[in-house]
Nanobody, 122 residues
Framework: QVQLVESGGGLVQAGGSLRLSCAAS????????MGWFRQAPGKEREFVAA????????DYADSVKGRFTISRDNAKNTVYLQMDSLKPEDTAVYYC???????????????WGQGTQVTVSS
């Protein structure tokens, strides 16, 4: 069992940056693929980025590629999402997720955090 707690969300102006963190409990964190998803009001939850258990392979949605960076520190049981050049369309609740598969589908992730709000003003 893994419990995930996100932090770092907030209000930022367009063009600004935020760094989200996701702290995981449990000794098996390093075995999981970790992902970030987001959900805007009235929209479905969408994939943002993922990082394999080793940290050597990452995957990004086209909408954030070149602006967001996912990373992990297995010694600290933490995964990060550095978000630069933020746009108003990045406004959403951001969720951290853990799973065993290399996937972009929310259903393939077994563990979820409670989410953190990111609001980008124009």
């Amino acid at each position: 069992q893994v419990q995930l707690v996100e932090s770092g969300g907030g209000l930022v102006q367009a063009g600004g940056s935020l760094r989200l963190s996701c702290a995981a409990s449990g000794r098996t964190f390093s075995r999981y693929t970790m992902g970030w998803f987001r959900q805007a009001p009235g929209k479905e939850r969408e994939f943002v980025a993922a990082i394999w258990w080793s940290g050597t392979i990452t995957d990004y949605a086209d909408s954030v590629k070149g602006r967001f960076t996912i990373s992990r520190d297995n010694a600290k049981n933490t995964v990060y999402l550095q978000m630069d050049s933020l746009k108003p369309e990045d406004t959403a609740v951001y969720y951290c997720a853990g799973g065993f598969y290399t996937s972009r589908r929310p259903d393939d992730f077994s563990y979820w955090g409670q989410g953190t709000q990111v609001t980008v003003s124009s």
